[in-house]
């Protein structure tokens, strides 16, 4: 059988289109496929030029302008719809469709961590999408529900839009929490909060979602941003494809898939006795685990004493700072697990610890689970539902 040339169209920043393509790419090894990730095409005449080149199928990902994409467009060729409304489309389309609802209740609980905040706020698109909506309704409910203040930023005025966020954010009481559609719309709360020079995280904490690594890490202060299975919805997108590729006869099919994790940065990392230094041990614990950081290290970014350290985190961070550094490896090898791109056996490395065995002994201290039961929990529950 002849190489399928596969195409994968997406309307998404290059980090998700390369975690989706991570999925693809195990269907791609197994059935000989070649896979062509492109842009999201600027005009229709550029997407009919590139559909000239009659690829074998399609996976089609509708994340940011799902709208620009038609059925019409594609003809016949076999496609695959991802985040995509499955009403908009005909009874014989294959989607996978992320369930939005928990990213929301994820970024409201780790809002509601924290007590003393005054209000709880939702920050929407300029542009409708049924997945903001899901996100919007999970999050309000789950404040309500807790007894808690709720308001909300719509605004579909894109000249206005900018100076209507800033006057909403500043007339928020505060200390608030923001929860927003995305990362690209958190990005827009962090410049306008920091145009007013409102204090963050103390004064405004922020929750996105996507988890987009490159824009996540460069916000100021980095952001926090609930993190769906990309990679799955990847993987499950091929398979459906592979099924109809196989059975042209084959009816239209609906996977479901949902956000578990949440990565915490700066955005939110509020604490209790506040200090430009301790926030930045944080920051260095959480971006350097993996290399290798130490005890010694973060001791000499706090500015002190290994012993004045270990008072402090113990005061402030209710652990050790060995303990601090161990859970931010955890973390790191919990999502690398989710992911399914790494073997268990190459993760004490790529995680920073010295050993296998210490590996195993701290990850199933911290995580509950030996790593290779966390791992099969975690590919069994982002897998996607229903098709």
């Known amino acids: 059988m002849k ?33 062509h990730t492109l842009p999201e095409p600027a005009s229709r005449p550029q997407l009919a030029r590139l559909l000239r080149a009659k690829p074998d199928g399609c996976i089609v990902h509708c994340g940011q302008h799902g709208s620009r994409f038609r059925e019409a467009d ?14 908009e489309l005909g009874p014989r389309a294959l989607c996978v469709v992320q369930d939005s609802r928990p ?30 909506d899901e996100r919007r309704d999970a ?19 894109a000249r206005q839009r900018r ?12 200390p608030a929490g923001v929860f927003c559609a995305n990362d690209g719309i958190a990005g827009e709360v962090l410049e306008a909060a920091a145009a007013l020079g ?24 980095t952001l926090t941003s609930v993190r769906p299975p990309f990679v799955a919805a990847g993987r499950a997108a091929a398979q459906l494809l592979a099924r109809r590729l196989a059975n042209p006869r084959m009816g239209g099919a609906v996977a479901t898939f949902e956000a578990t994790e ?9 604490i ?28 000499a970014a706090l500015g002190c004493s290994r012993r004045s350290a270990e008072i402090r985190f113990r005061k402030w961070a209710g652990t050790t700072v060995l303990g601090a550094i161990h859970a931010a490896r955890v973390d790191l090898a919990k999502r690398l697990l989710a992911e399914g791109a790494v073997r268990v056996g190459d993760l004490p490395s790529r995680c920073g610890f010295k050993s296998a065995s210490t590996f195993r002994r701290v990850f199933t201290a911290v995580a509950g689970l030996s790593p290779l039961a966390y791992a099969k929990k975690a590919r069994t529950s982002s897998r996607p539902r229903g098709a």
């Open 3 to 35: 190489n399928r040339n596969i195409f994968l169209l997406s309307s998404s920043g290059p980090s998700e289109l390369g975690a989706i393509a991570a999925g693809v790419i195990v269907q791609r090894e197994a059935a000989d496929w070649r896979l």
């Open 74 to 87: 594609f003809g016949r060729i076999p496609v695959v719809w991802m985040d995509r409304d499955p009403a």
């Open 103 to 132: 990213a929301g209740r994820l970024a409201a609980r780790e809002l509601l961590r924290y007590a003393d905040l005054a209000v709880f706020a939702f920050a929407d698109r300029a542009e409708p999408a049924f997945w903001a």
């Open 139 to 157: 999050f309000r409910d789950e404040i309500v529900a807790a007894g808690r203040p709720y308001r909300e930023f719509r605004d579909r005025n």
């Open 163 to 174: 100076r209507r966020l800033a006057a909403f954010l500043a007339a928020l009481p505060r």
């Open 198 to 221: 409102i204090p963050m995280p103390d004064e405004l904490a922020v929750v996105g979602v996507d988890d987009t690594e490159m824009f996540c890490e460069q916000q100021e202060p």
């Open 262 to 270: 949440i990565t915490r940065r700066q955005s939110t990392r509020r």
């Open 272 to 299: 209790e006795v506040r200090g430009a230094r301790f926030g930045r041990a944080m920051e260095l614990i959480r971006r350097g685990a993996a290399a290798g950081v130490g005890v010694d290290d973060v001791a």
